[in-house]
């Protein structure tokens, strides 16, 4: 079974420009969630998707946002980036939503240099 | 208010030489305790999930258990390969789970 993939896996972009990241979720899982991992400041959680919607939100500015698509695929868009946002930025995929306990499986991440 | 924290944050080890990490959580109503293992510029890779008091489980050199109030991570006769940061997370109920910061694990040989 193949797991959790990501795309791109590496990212270079400049302060003001966009970018959107992908994440295909395990066969099956319809949960995705998003991570932002700094040196600083650990593993932070963005949000999680369940059914296509939003289910709850981390503490980032509104210039993060994200959708998930009818077949479980994610994507997470960063607008207007700044030099904070450099970053590793995580997906994971679960069966069923995570507050209750399911079991989380993460992809490889996608490093996005900000420059 | 919820939170995870994982101590010490790093661990120097020699090859063979056993110890425990710790990870203290509080949340209202545990529904499971996840352990990850992170090599660096990786994703993290899952190890264990515990559901109650008193659990354990094993993993080759690896042994999760879990109390009311916190989870250890016990590493018997370590190997260089096992060096890596191992990650607690913990779900709290409202479509969220918190990871704590890590514990980095260095061990030579």
């Known amino acids: 079974k193949a797991g959790v993939t990501q795309t791109p896996r590496y990212l270079i972009k400049t302060r003001g420009q966009q970018v959107t990241l992908s994440c295909s979720p395990i066969?099956?899982?319809?949960?995705v969630s998003w991570y932002q991992q700094t040196p600083g400041q650990g593993l932070q959680f963005l949000f999680e998707?369940?059914?296509?919607?939003?289910?709850n939100k981390g503490n980032f500015p509104g210039r993060f946002s994200g959708r998930q698509f009818s077949n479980s695929r994610s994507e997470m868009n960063v607008s207007t980036l700044e030099l904070g946002d450099s970053a590793l930025y995580l997906c994971?995929?679960?069966?069923?939503?995570?507050?209750?306990?399911?079991?989380?499986?993460f992809g490889p991440g996608t490093r996005l240099l900000v420059l | 208010e919820d939170q995870v924290t994982q101590s010490p944050e790093a661990l120097r080890l020699q090859e063979g030489e056993s110890s425990s990490l710790n990870c203290s959580y509080t949340?209202?109503?545990?529904?499971?305790l996840f352990w990850y293992r992170q090599d660096p510029g990786k994703g993290p890779e899952f190890l264990f999930t515990?559901?109650?008091a008193g659990e354990e489980k094993e993993k080759e050199r690896l042994k999760a258990t879990l109390t009311k109030k916190e989870s250890f991570l016990h590493i018997t006769a370590p190997k260089p390969e096992d060096s890596a940061t191992y990650l607690c997370a913990v779900p709290t109920g409202g479509f969220k789970t918190i990871f704590g910061a890590g514990t980095r694990l260095f061990v030579k040989a």
């Open positions: 949340v209202s109503g545990l529904r499971g």
């Open positions: 066969s099956g899982h319809r949960s």
């Open positions: 998707y369940f059914s296509e919607t939003q289910r």
């Open positions: 994971a995929s679960s069966l069923a939503p995570t507050g209750g306990g399911e079991t989380q499986y």
């Open positions: 515990l559901y109650s």
